[in-house]
C-alpha cells in the first residue's frame, strides 16, 4: 500500500511538474509575451528535466533515486514558491518529490 | 516490531518535514536579516574585468556595494553602424569580474509613451547626419522573466565640422503587470536629469534619465523590492557613449540581475 502511495505520489509530480512547465512556457496566464530562450533553457533544466528524470526511476523502480529530482528542482520550486501566481505550485510539486522518496525509503527500511 | 518501525519512520518523516521547513524559512527570511547586519553608510567600489570567454565587452563595469544595496555601473561605447544587441550582464564581485551573454540581434522597439523633449531653436550649420540612440535597462528574475524596463532614446545631429547638436529625446517604461511568473511591478517614478546638457567644444550632447519600479506580492505581501535605472546617452559624431547604471534593493533584491539593450 505505502509503495502504491509512494509511486502516485512521484508520478503526480513528475506530471503535475510536466504540466506546469508547458502552462509556464506556452500557455502563461499572466503574459502573451514569448518566454526568453533562457527563460527555456532555465525552465527544462530546472523542472522539466528533473521531472523526466523521476518518470524514469518509477519505471525502471530505481525508487532511491527519487530523492535526485526533489534537490535538482528545489532552488527555483523556492523562488517560483514566493510568486504569488499559480506556479507557486512548483513548490507542491517538489515536495511530492521529496514525500514520495520518504515513501520508498521507510518502504525499503520496514522491509 | 512492525509498529516499531512504523513509529520511528512517522518520527523520522516528522524530523525531515521540520528540517526542510526551517530550511525554507531561513532561505526567505535571510536576505533581511544579512541586510540589517551590513553597516549603513559604508560603499565601495570595484571595477569588474570581463570573463576571458565574453563576447561581448564594456568600456567600465563598476560595482558599487552599499549598506542595503548593490549598485552595477555600465560604460558602453557603440560606433553607427553596430548591430543593436540584448546583453545580460552578471557581475560576479567575489571574484571580480562579469560575464556577458548575448541575447538577440535586432532593434529596441520605438514606443515612447511619455515625456518628450525636442530642439525649439534653429541649428546654425547644416546638419550632415540625424542620428539616434536607444539605451534600455531590463531588470529579470532568475528564471529570466522580465520584470520592469526603462527605456531611453537621444536624437541628435552631427553637423559638418564635427560637433553636435541635440534634436530631441524621449523614454519609455514598462512593468510586468502581471509579469510571466505572476508578480505585479509598478512604476514609482521616471524622469529625466535636468536639460540635455554638451561639453565645452560641443563634440558631445548628453542626457540623463532615471526611474524606480517596485513590487510588493513576491514573497512576503508587506516587503517591498525596488528596481533603480539610471540611464545616460552622450550622442558623439561618431558613435555614442552610454552609462546604464541599475540596483536592486529590498526583499530578495539578490535574486534579481539585469539586460542591457542598446541600438
Known amino acids: 500500500m505505502k509503495m502504491l502511495i509512494a509511486k502516485i505520489t512521484g508520478l503526480l509530480a513528475a506530471f503535475g511538474s510536466m504540466i506546469l512547465v508547458i502552462i509556464l512556457l506556452y500557455f502563461n496566464p499572466y503574459s502573451s509575451e514569448k518566454s526568453q530562450f533562457g527563460t527555456m533553457m532555465i525552465v527544462y533544466t530546472t523542472l522539466f528535466a528533473p521531472a523526466l528524470f523521476a518518470l524514469i526511476c518509477l519505471i525502471i523502480k530505481r525508487y532511491r533515486l527519487m530523492f535526485i529530482p526533489f534537490i535538482w528542482s528545489l532552488p527555483i520550486s523556492l523562488y517560483l514558491g ?9 513548490m507542491l510539486t517538489c515536495i511530492l518529490y521529496l514525500i514520495s522518496a520518504l515513501l520508498f525509503l521507510f518502504n525499503h527500511k520496514s522491509k | 516490531m512492525v509498529i516499531n518501525l512504523k513509529m520511528k519512520g512517522l518520527v523520522n518523516i516528522k524530523k525531515i518535514s521540520i528540517l526542510v521547513l526551517s530550511f525554507v524559512l531561513l532561505l526567505g527570511f535571510s536576505t533581511n536579516v544579512f541586510a540589517a547586519e551590513k553597516t549603513i553608510g559604508e560603499q ?7 570573463e576571458p570567454n565574453n563576447s561581448i565587452t564594456f568600456k567600465k563595469v563598476e560595482i558599487i556595494k552599499e549598506s542595503d544595496k548593490t549598485t552595477v ?3 558602453g561605447h557603440v560606433e553607427f553602424g553596430d548591430v543593436p544587441k540584448k546583453v545580460q550582464i552578471e557581475v560576479d564581485a567575489k571574484k571580480g569580474t562579469y560575464k556577458t551573454k548575448l541575447l538577440s540581434v535586432g532593434p529596441i522597439i520605438k514606443n515612447p509613451t511619455s515625456t518628450s523633449d525636442s530642439a525649439s531653436t534653429i541649428q546654425p550649420m547644416s546638419a550632415t547626419e540625424l542620428r ?3 539605451v534600455t535597462i531590463n531588470s529579470i528574475d532568475p528564471a529570466y522573466w522580465s520584470l520592469a524596463r526603462t527605456t531611453q532614446y537621444l536624437n541628435w545631429n ?12 524621449s523614454l519609455n517604461t514598462w512593468d510586468g503587470q502581471p509579469t510571466q511568473g505572476g508578480t505585479y511591478w509598478y512604476l514609482n517614478w521616471i524622469s529625466f536629469q535636468g536639460d540635455p546638457w554638451y561639453t565645452s567644444n560641443y563634440t558631445m550632447v548628453g542626457s540623463d534619465l532615471s526611474s524606480q519600479h517596485y513590487n510588493y506580492d513576491f514573497g512576503l505581501p508587506n516587503l517591498v523590492t525596488y528596481a533603480n535605472h539610471n540611464i545616460s546617452i552622450y550622442g558623439l559624431s561618431t558613435g555614442y557613449d552610454f552609462n546604464a547604471t541599475y540596483s536592486h534593493s529590498g526583499e530578495f533584491s539578490s535574486l534579481l540581475s539585469a539586460q542591457i539593450w542598446y541600438n
Open chain 2, 73 to 75: 555601473s555600465v560604460d
Open chain 1, 82 to 90: 514566493l510568486t504569488p501566481g499559480v506556479f507557486s505550485l512548483i
Open chain 2, 132 to 134: 539616434s540612440a536607444a
Open chain 2, 158 to 169: 552631427v553637423w559638418s565640422d564635427g560637433t553636435v547638436g541635440f534634436s530631441s529625446r
Open chain 2, 44 to 50: 565601495n567600489k570595484q571595477i569588474l574585468v570581463s
